[in-house]
Every structure is written in structure tokens, then in C-alpha cells.
């Protein structure tokens, strides 16, 4: 069971300096700004389908069939985070379980720490691309560059999940367009668990706009905002995980054939 404890607010989120290089004398005039800084402790609040219904995934007739196959040879799945096993991206920035997000940024890349299983992210920032000896993982290696405020995270080299409702093959391919903004100019707003927690420090929002595409296994590209509230940079909490404990409750419930 995890107790949160009211905190007091603190923000510790260092800036980036800004270069201007201004004209004289009607010379020409070049200006150069430097990107956003989302540095700080973030707690996603809301997540929407910005073409309608639901946030569970449409899926193609193949991918169907497949997460259907990996089900049929075990009686019963265990479920995954009553043994504390991470399901990687994109279900890690989807989460709206009032677990945190600590964002780190420096100049050639941003670490996320998410306490929710202790899953740990990196996006690159130093122009390198995605590798080819790259060994896949859940979260996958994730390069970004900047349009302006938006950062653009692309993620690739992302290892199998069988399992509703993000599953992933080694086509997966993930787009995130990140911007800051404020409360009042976005609609959605805190669902009732995440309202129920620590109030934010204040109004900022930070906003994830993921592209799920894989043609094996989606009913084409699958899109979802997650909207996330600034908070002290001391809530988060240790996570402890065992991810050997639910593979052996996978095993007891293997179909003998």
C-alpha cells in the first residue's frame, strides 16, 4: 500500500539562457532562443483521444490475432503491476495512477524518472540518431529535437510487449510533441483519483502529445494528449520492483501441451 504525505511546494527548475544577438546600425537582425526548460517533478492528470471515444487502442485483425495467440498458452495472465513489472512506453507517460515524473534537463538530453516502477527514460538532445547495436527495452532509445517551444521525441528500438493495451512489436514506432502551457488554456482537467492527491505547486501544464504507429499490430497511427501538472519537487517516493516474481507466476499458469 503507498501513503503520500502533504508536502510543502518547492520548484528547484533552473533556466536556460537566452542569446540575442541584436542588429545596430540597420544591420541585419539575428535572434537566437534557447528551447523550453521542462525540468521539475510532473504528475499526469488527464489523458484524451483527440479523435473521440475511448483511450484503449483500435487494433488491425493481425495484431488482434497476435495478442490473442501469446494469451491462449496460459490459463490467466498475472497482472503486471502487482508485480511491480513495468510496461514501458507508451503506457508510462499514459499513466494517470497519481505517480510522478521527475524530468531532468541539461543541454544533451532530458532524463525522466518515473516512480511508477522506477522506469527511467532518456531523449537525446545532442543531435546523435538512433544506434545500430541499440539492445531493445521497454522504454525504448529516444532522440529530440526542437520546433520552436515543442520538443519532438522520436522513439524506436522498442523490445516486444504482448499484452493489451499497448502492445509492441519491433515495428513500433512512437512520436511525442512536448510544450508547455497553462491551466487555463487547455480543457481537460485533474480526473478524480489524481485530484485526490497533493495539489499542484501552480498553474503550469505540461502537454505530451504521443503518435503510437505500428502496422502489425494498430488499426492505424494511435494518437493520445496526456496533460501533466507541475508538482513539489519532493513528491515522489521510492518504488520497489521485482519483475521475477510475476515471470514466475506467468510460468505456474503455462498450458502443458
Keep these: 500500500m503507498r501513503i503520500r504525505h502533504t508536502r510543502h511546494p518547492a520548484v528547484g527548475a533552473y533556466a536556460l539562457p537566452v542569446l540575442c544577438l541584436l542588429a545596430m546600425g540597420g544591420e541585419a537582425v539575428a535572434q537566437t532562443t534557447a528551447p523550453a526548460d521542462f525540468s521539475g517533478v510532473w504528475m499526469a492528470f488527464a489523458v484524451e483521444n483527440p479523435d473521440g471515444g475511448g483511450n484503449a487502442p483500435r487494433y488491425s485483425e493481425a495484431g488482434r490475432a497476435a495478442l490473442d495467440a501469446f494469451a491462449a498458452q496460459f490459463h490467466e495472465i498475472p497482472e503486471t503491476g502487482a508485480a511491480c513489472v513495468g510496461t514501458g512506453m507508451p503506457s508510462v507517460m499514459l499513466s494517470t495512477v497519481s505517480y510522478p515524473i521527475e524530468l531532468v534537463q541539461i543541454e544533451s538530453r532530458i532524463v525522466m ?128 520492483c521485482s519483475k521475477g516474481l510475476w515471470l514466475e507466476q506467468l510460468e505456474e499458469q503455462r498450458i502443458e501441451r
Excluded at 154 to 174: F, G, K, N, Q, Y
Excluded at 187 to 216: H, Q, W
Excluded at 219 to 233: E, H, K, N, T, V
Design 113 to 240: 524518472v518515473a516512480e511508477l516502477e522506477t522506469q527511467i527514460r532518456r531523449v537525446y538532445l545532442d543531435g546523435r540518431e538512433h544506434p545500430e547495436d541499440f539492445l531493445p527495452t521497454s522504454v525504448g532509445h529516444s532522440i529530440g529535437t526542437w520546433e520552436g517551444e515543442t520538443l519532438v521525441i522520436d522513439t524506436a528500438l522498442l523490445e516486444e510487449w504482448p499484452l493489451r493495451p499497448w502492445p509492441r512489436s519491433d515495428a513500433t514506432r512512437i512520436v511525442e510533441r512536448v510544450r508547455l502551457t497553462k491551466l487555463a488554456d487547455v480543457d481537460a482537467r485533474p480526473t478524480g483519483f489524481v485530484a485526490s492527491v497533493e495539489a499542484p505547486v501552480n498553474d503550469d501544464v505540461l502537454v505530451f502529445d504521443i503518435t503510437v504507429t505500428d502496422p502489425s499490430l494498430y488499426d492505424g497511427p494511435q494518437r493520445r494528449i496526456a496533460y501533466y501538472q507541475r508538482m513539489s519537487d519532493s513528491a515522489t517516493l521510492e518504488y520497489a
